[in-house]
């Protein structure tokens, strides 16, 4: 009786558990904006420079923030410091 409870209890977390991972599945990169990772046309799956590329706005952009961005991933400052 107790091996059929452990195998029900087994069966019902497993359920749970691929529930939640289905509901956990996101399309698109967190870092792009909408349409930007498309797939032909963004097979590095680089993102554009600046705040419009991305998902989130940023509380405040600068010229720094650009530049910053736009040298990415350099390791070489941007040439306007």
């Known amino acids: 009786m107790s091996l059929l409870k452990i195998i029900a209890a087994g069966a019902a977390s497993y359920g749970l558990y691929r529930f939640v991972k289905k509901q956990q599945q996101h399309p698109e990169h967190a870092a792009f904006a ?3 990772a498309d797939g032909a046309s963004n097979f590095g799956e680089v993102r554009n420079a600046g705040p419009e590329a991305m998902r989130s706005d940023p509380p405040k952009w600068d010229r ?3 530049s910053s961005d736009e ?3 350099a390791s070489d400052p941007p040439s306007n410091y």
Do not use: A, N, T
Request: glycine residues 12%.
């Open 34 to 36: 909408h349409g930007e």
């Open 64 to 66: 720094v923030d650009q």
């Open 71 to 73: 040298s990415f991933p």
